[in-house]
T-cell receptor, first 113, second 114 residues
Framework: SQQGEEDPQALSIQEGENATMNCSYK?????LQWYRQNSGRGLVHLIL?????REKHSGRLRVTLDTSKKSSSLLITASRAADTASYFC?????????????FGTGTRLQVTL | KAGVTQTPRYLIKTRGQQVTLSCSPI?????VSWYQQTPGQGLQFLFE???????NKGNFPGRFSGRQFSNSRSEMNVSTLELGDSALYLC?????????????FGPGTRLTVT
């Protein structure tokens, strides 16, 4: 079963605007990761944030984590048409195996010219 | 370094048949995980293999099984296919045992059961 819920389910913005996606989860985590999926293909790892971190940056990506609220957000700044994809958060539980990811429901991002 | 490869990419099977999907991880990666993606249930963890041993298993019926070979290549098998098994099956590899969290995904095998 999926642990995370993502909000919004779909987001449409214009190129150059910022896109923010939110993820909520249910259990204690070791870390939270964000992945991108283009049109039914494999997932690409974007960024990982550990449970003791609050914010992390990678290029145009900014991720925040609030473990007290069990939530995370992904901000993509200055979006491009190539950012059009589905974005998933995935958690690794605080206990258990590192390789088991529990995915959220995903946000479909459409960036138009 | 070559990425994760999955074969075949597309497969059409009839209800009641069985199917075997293959995954070759990134060279040097010893952990291989399998996920099922459907529009209704999203991405769900099937199982994970590490050094030829199943280390973790999701909540799927026994019709779903897998194995890993000494070269880390993995196969998953689904027996007695049902219409609901139609999905994108994704394989992911990661580099080491406990503390390597980033997973590298293959392009997936799209299975259609008719």
């Amino acid at each position: 079963s999926q642990q995370g819920e993502e909000d919004p389910q779909a987001l449409s913005i214009q190129e150059g605007e910022n896109a923010t996606m939110n993820c909520s989860y249910k259990t204690s985590i070791n870390n939270l990761q964000w992945y991108r999926q283009n049109s039914g293909r494999g997932l690409v790892h974007l960024i990982l944030i550990r449970s003791n971190e609050r914010e992390k940056h990678s290029g145009r990506l900014r991720v925040t984590l609030d473990t007290s609220k069990k939530s995370s957000s992904l901000l993509i700044t200055a979006s491009r048409a190539a950012d059009t994809a589905s974005y998933f958060c995935a958690t690794v539980a605080a206990t258990g195996t590192a390789s088991k990811l529990t995915f959220g429901t995903g946000t479909r991002l459409q960036v138009t010219l | 370094k070559a990425g994760v490869t999955q074969t075949p990419r597309y497969l059409i099977k009839t209800r009641g048949q069985q199917v075997t999907l293959s995954c070759s991880p990134i060279s040097g990666h010893r952990s291989v995980s399998w996920y099922q993606q459907t529009p209704g249930q999203g991405l769900q963890f099937l199982f994970e293999y590490f050094s030829e041993t199943q280390r973790n298993k999701g909540n799927f019926p026994g019709r779903f099984s897998g194995r890993q070979f000494s070269n880390s290549r993995s196969e998953m098998n689904v027996s007695t296919l049902e219409l609901g098994d139609s999905a994108l099956y994704l394989c992911a590899s990661s580099s080491s045992a406990a503390w390597s969290y980033e997973q590298y995904f293959g392009p997936g095998t799209r299975l259609t059961v008719t």
